[in-house]
T-cell receptor
Framework: DAKTTQPPSMDCAEGRAANLPCNHS???????VYWYRQIHSQGPQYIIH?????ETNEMASLIITEDRKSSTLILPHATLRDTAVYYC?????????????WGAGTKLIIKP | DVKVTQSSRYLVKRTGEKVFLECVQD?????MFWYRQDPGLGLRLIYF???????EKGDIPEGYSVSREKKERFSLILESASTNQTSMYLC?????????????FGPGTRLTVL
């Protein structure tokens, strides 16, 4: 079962910041939060991941609440090419192996 | 750039046929994965492998088997295809012995079983 809950869809205006929320209230202390996105007809693409601290890279920022029960992915200046399904994922350990538990994702539509 | 390739983008098979889906990666990654993706369900892990000739069941292995004879190649086998195996199949690879690192995905194979 998915360990994350996301809104099914969101809109954002081009050039504005896109803030994508994710709830993971049952996350355990050693489980990371990962974000991937999937543009139509392509395989998923890694964006960012984090454990407790906020993280930033060239694609996005990840803000994780202090209690770790939710997080927000921020695309600072959304472009039309950022239209995609965004997946918030918890990485769990099962039988000593890491696995990504995927939810249904948020379909983000960037509007001109 | 890391490249993960899958043998077909689209495949149509008949019920009962044996189906082979091939995946090749060129980054010398230890870990390889097979997922299926269905509308509204996200990705579900079928099998993964963290070394040559090693395999581990994921969440939904029933009806599938895998083969990893070489490090760069991971094959998914449907022994007797059924209509409920109509889906998008995605292959991924990652570095590291415990599969904890970023996964790189192929473009997917859309399989239709008639």
């Amino acid at each position: 079962d998915a360990k994350t809950t996301q809104p099914p869809s969101m809109d954002c205006a081009e050039g504005r910041a896109a803030n994508l929320p994710c709830n993971h209230s049952t996350i355990s202390g050693n489980e990371y939060v990962y974000w991937y996105r999937q543009i139509h007809s392509q395989g998923p693409q890694y964006i960012i991941h984090g454990l407790k601290n906020n993280e930033t890279n060239e694609m996005a920022s990840l803000i994780i609440t202090e209690d770790r029960k939710s997080s927000t992915l921020i695309l600072p200046h959304a472009t039309l090419r950022d239209t995609a399904v965004y997946y918030c994922i918890v990485r769990v350990v099962i039988d000593s192996n890491y696995q990504l538990i995927w939810g249904a994702g948020t379909k983000l539509i960037i509007k001109p | 750039d890391v490249k993960v390739t899958q043998s077909s983008r689209y495949l149509v098979k008949r019920t009962g046929e044996k189906v082979f889906l091939e995946c090749v990666q060129d980054m010398d990654h230890e870990n390889m994965f097979w997922y299926r993706q269905d509308p509204g369900l996200g990705l579900r892990l079928i099998y993964f492998s963290y070394d040559v000739k090693m395999k581990e069941k994921g969440d939904i292995p029933e009806g599938y088997s895998v083969s990893r004879e070489k490090k760069e190649r991971f094959s998914l086998i449907l022994e007797s295809a059924s209509t409920n195996q109509t889906s998008m199949y995605l292959c991924a690879s990652s570095s590291g012995g415990t599969s904890g690192n970023e996964q790189f995905f192929g473009p997917g194979t859309r399989l239709t079983v008639l």
